[in-house]
């Protein structure tokens, strides 16, 4: 990680450590290329987590896939089961169509917010 808590930059997708609240700024473009280096940072996040939810601020994500969102589903899944909550900041609007479509906006542990 660097001074300004970024854990992940390769061009294409960077990652950052936030605190407060604890999660992770994400900017740019989850895909198959990038879709590792999600896992690891979200990986990462739970034993970070203070119990007040772990939030994901992806309003600089550009595009995000199917596979990169199920990464953060998992996660709220994991989550869920222990009563702690994910919540995704700013989601496109594409990402929201997707978790409409295939059942996940209502699942327990996930939160999903505009700003």
Same mark, same amino acid.
């Given at each position: 990680?660097?001074? +300004? #808590?970024?854990?992940?930059?390769?061009?294409? /997708?960077?990652? =950052?450590?936030?605190? !407060?609240? *604890? $999660? @992770?700024?994400?900017?740019?473009?989850?895909?198959?290329?990038?879709?590792?280096?999600?896992?690891?940072?979200?990986?990462?996040?739970?034993?970070? +987590? #203070?119990?007040?939810?772990?939030?994901?601020? /992806?309003?600089? =994500?550009?595009?995000? !896939?199917? *596979? $990169? @969102?199920?990464?953060?589903?998992?996660?709220?899944?994991?989550?869920?089961?222990?009563?702690?909550?994910?919540?995704?900041?700013?989601?496109?609007?594409?990402?929201?169509?997707?978790?409409?479509?295939?059942?996940?906006?209502?699942?327990?542990?996930?939160?999903?917010?505009?700003?």
């Amino acid at each position: 990680m660097t001074a +300004d #808590g970024t854990t992940y930059d390769d061009g294409v /997708l960077r990652i =950052v450590s936030t605190t !407060d609240p *604890a $999660g @992770l700024r994400l900017a740019g473009e989850i895909d198959e290329s990038t879709y590792h280096a999600l896992v690891t940072a979200l990986s990462r996040l739970t034993a970070v +987590d #203070g119990g007040e939810g772990l939030h994901l601020d /992806l309003s600089g =994500v550009a595009f995000c !896939d199917a *596979a $990169g @969102l199920h990464a953060m589903v998992r996660l709220a899944d994991r989550m869920g089961q222990d009563g702690q909550a994910v919540v995704l900041h700013a989601p496109s609007a594409a990402l929201r169509v997707m978790l409409r479509i295939v059942g996940w906006e209502d699942l327990p542990g996930l939160v999903v917010v505009d700003r």
